[in-house]
Nanobody
């Protein structure tokens, strides 16, 4: 059974940093794309960043480029999202997700597995 567990959320002031982690288990993700999404109250779930597990190549949304960095630790089967220069508009529940394939996708519906989410709140 595939399990994705996020951690690292919390409350931070604008301009601060947080690092989210997503521990993955239950299958091999070497042939997968994994990603981070976020959902603010009253808004749709939006793509943040994705990484190809095997190759380490990444893709990020324009809204977070230069501030957020996605990475993975193959030995720990864990994906990370380093978030710097946080803004109040980054406040949301952050979810990690995984696809069964290596194809890139930014639509939430294209992802097969989801974590339970972790809250990130940025105060002004």
């Amino acid at each position: 059974q595939v399990r994705l567990v996020e951690s690292g959320g919390g409350l931070v002031q604008a301009g601060g940093s947080l690092r989210l982690a997503c521990a993955a288990s239950g299958r091999t993700f070497s042939n997968s794309v994994m990603g981070w999404f976020r959902q603010a109250p009253g808004k749709e779930r939006e793509f943040v960043a994705a990484i190809s597990w095997s190759y380490g190549s990444t893709y990020s949304a324009d809204s977070v480029k230069g501030r957020f960095t996605i990475s993975r630790d193959d030995a720990k089967n864990t994906m990370y999202l380093q978030m710097n220069s946080l803004k109040p508009e980054d406040t949301a529940i952050y979810y990690c997700a995984a696809r069964r394939t290596l194809s890139w996708a930014t639509a939430a519906t294209a992802y097969d597995y989801w974590g339970q989410g972790t809250q990130v709140t940025v105060s002004s």
